[in-house]
């Protein structure tokens, strides 16, 4: 079994230690939208985490729910190049050379580093740690990531790799297939197979085929992007694309070209008319797309994660005009009910002295979370609270809210999680049996 490591980045972290106060504001909380900038290198936009290159690092923000205000901007890892020559993969892109980023919806930013010559997928936790146990490649590129699962393929091996990334666990995830058009969403893997239309679902944790999907897509497909009810299709930039409903099980067409998918909706970049073209389809039937924002065509044919992204956790989208402000724009789609899509949840043991009780629950989008914990007696003796993302964390050190130990003996918790936007709540309890304390 290996651990997924959070590994410290340590050059970069003084880098940012030493560039920290001139690349953060100092009262950003109430920093309205559009945001100023001097460049934006790469963009994407996760559970509520806008995450950009601006001045030589990868960055993240934090925006309200209703897209009007983002938070104090964060240094999460260097951008530029290091003495040696390392340095985060680039692809060519109208501002020069961009970082494409793709974000977990947890706050998590994954990105490709190249070190002597080596690409190897990281997961960038915090800014001064990151995962980083994934083999040496070329070619490398990620394709998705969903809470702690993420997907990229290397043209060195010809393969497509699945891993996790798990803080509190020992876990041996890791799924190595061959190159397919795919995407992860909860547990579940979905991935084209060479009959055309023909999908199938994984589950990750058991590695064990759980359905075959004919979607009636007329190709074997190319890409796939799923979110919840809705499996994009498509087959390929110049052919047909589709969504397929998983509630109604059918497939329904869509506009062809370069989208990203969100929650109800997908967006996609009209060069020609130098739009940005929402189509919803939250009903389970395509209306005609409508432009939401003016972006100039540009001369780089794809720009996802470059000039534009989706958030499909949080329904919104953001983008970055020709004045190198950064937008974002509510997509006006009713999202999907609250659901919990992942967890991994601790057992029912806790030895207090020095131990922790660390659990996650991954969801279709940012929740207000509140984790309580009673004793025999059932009266609250801890409470834990968080808010603003698809998910919720718990690290409960086995302490009282006075900041006591716990005593030994039978312990209930209790999870309570509410969107923040749209309808929902979702509930989970449990045990847990604390020792080695008096």
Not at 85 to 112: F, T, W
Not at 131 to 139: D, N, S
Not at 296 to 304: S, V
Not at 429 to 435: D, P, Q
Request: aromatic fraction near 8%; charge should be neutral.
């Amino acid at each position: 079994m290996r651990r997924p490591a959070r590994r410290p980045l340590l050059a970069a972290a003084i880098a940012l230690v030493a560039g920290l106060t001139a690349t953060t504001s100092a009262n950003a909380a109430d920093t309205p939208l559009p945001i100023q900038t001097d460049g934006v290198w790469g963009i994407d936009f996760a559970g509520g985490t806008l995450a950009t290159v601006e001045n030589g690092y990868v960055m993240t923000r934090r925006i309200a729910p209703d897209g009007s205000t983002a938070s104090d901007r964060v240094a999460m890892a260097y951008a530029g190049e290091y003495a040696d020559g390392d340095h985060i993969k680039r692809v060519p892109c109208d501002a020069g050379d961009c970082i494409p980023l793709v974000g977990s919806g947890n706050g998590d930013i994954g990105y490709v580093f190249v070190d002597d010559g080596k690409e190897r997928v990281r997961i960038q936790t915090s800014p001064n740690t990151y995962h980083g146990v994934e083999p040496a490649v070329t070619g490398a590129r990620i394709v998705d990531v969903t809470g702690r699962y993420f997907l990229y393929n290397a043209q060195s091996t010809n393969k497509q790799y699945l891993d996790d990334l798990q803080p509190y666990r020992t876990t041996d995830i890791r799924i190595t297939r061959s190159i397919t058009a795919a995407s992860v969403w909860g547990t579940r893997l979905w991935a084209a197979t060479s009959t055309a239309g023909t999908i199938t679902q994984t589950d990750i944790k058991t590695k064990t085929l759980v359905e075959t999907v004919a979607t009636g897509a007329p190709c074997v497909i190319k890409e796939l992007q799923v979110m919840g009810r809705w499996v994009y299709w498509s087959c390929g930039t110049a052919g047909p694309a589709g969504v397929y409903d998983r509630t109604a099980k059918k497939s329904f067409t869509v506009p062809s070209g370069p989208a990203l998918v969100g929650d109800g909706y997908l967006v996609r970049h009209d060069r020609t008319a130098g739009q940005l073209l929402l189509t919803d389809f939250h009903t389970g039937t395509a209306k005609a797309p409508r432009p939401i924002a003016d972006l100039p065509a540009g001369n780089t044919a794809d720009q996802r994660r470059l000039t534009w992204t989706v958030d499909k956790w949080g329904g919104d989208i953001a983008y970055v005009d020709s004045a190198k402000a950064i937008h974002v724009v509510p997509s006006g789609v009713p999202t999907q009910s609250l659901a919990k899509i992942e967890s991994d949840v601790a057992g029912s043991d806790l030895a207090a002295q020095g131990g922790t009780w660390g659990s996650t629950w991954q969801f279709n989008k940012p929740v207000t979370w509140t984790f309580t914990v009673k004793n025999a007696s059932g009266r609250t003796i801890r409470t834990l609270t968080g808010s603003g993302s698809p998910e919720a964390d718990v690290d409960w050190d086995g302490k009282t809210d006075t900041g006591t130990q716990a005593p030994n003996g039978r312990h209930t918790w209790t999870l309570t999680a509410k969107a923040i936007e749209g309808a929902g709540t979702s509930t989970a309890t449990g045990e847990i049996a604390v020792s080695g304390t008096r």
